[in-house]
């Protein structure tokens, strides 16, 4: 008999930027955590801002198309001290959260201290203390920089939260017309 639930869950943790969005993915089976890829998608800062917003856009549909997460969680975004670069950073985050959205994929937010505090056991951890947990975490990973650390550092905290298993927001439908467009660069670390 069957519990409706897979074996093994996908999960992907996103840690946004106008300039870098890291993403990271995970299998959960069990309590068990393996490493599955990790990279960033960048863009172009010669760019207006519409083209770097489709930029990380289509490149994070190219991440969510390639690996086919079952559930993805962003990082909040913390306020800054420049109104305009925590704009710029909201924009960037709305894009993290809406592209898994339309791939019918639930998607989960959590605060730094959280995700923190999940990983490390401290919600003031630092950047170095989160890194090393990882690497114990995640022996077999090779992490590409550290946006591409923290967005695994999301996808953990993701997976024991309950990630991937109905605790998280409703799901939308993906447009049936699947159009696309190019000029995203994105860097992977993994095996398919």
Excluded at 11 to 23: E, R, S
Excluded at 158 to 169: D, E, K, P, V, W
Excluded at 172 to 189: C, F, H, N
Aim: glycine share 12%; proline share 4%; hydrophobic share 40%.
């Amino acid at each position: 008999m069957t519990t409706g639930r897979p074996t093994k869950q996908r999960l992907i943790g996103l840690d946004p930027g106008l300039q870098k969005t890291g993403w990271g993915i995970i299998d959960v089976e069990g309590s068990r955590l393996i490493h599955v890829a990790n990279g960033v998608v960048y863009s172009d800062r010669s760019y207006s801002l519409a083209e770097r917003l489709m930029q990380l856009f289509d490149g994070l549909q190219q991440v969510m198309s390639d690996w086919e997460p079952h559930s993805a969680a962003v990082e909040e975004t913390f306020v800054n001290k420049n109104p305009s670069s925590t704009l710029k950073l909201g924009q960037a985050r709305g894009i993290a959260l809406l592209v898994p959205a339309l791939a019918g994929v639930s998607v989960a937010e959590y605060s730094p201290n959280h995700i923190k505090k999940t990983v490390v056991g401290s919600g003031h951890a630092g950047k170095e203390q989160v890194a090393a947990m990882l690497k114990i975490l995640l022996p077999q990973a090779t992490i590409n920089g550290e946006d591409a650390g923290d967005a695994l550092a999301v996808a953990i905290c993701h997976a024991h939260s309950g990630g991937g298993h109905g605790t998280l927001h409703e799901t939308v439908t993906k447009d049936p017309s699947g159009a696309t467009r190019g000029g995203a660069q994105i860097l992977y670390r993994g095996s398919r």
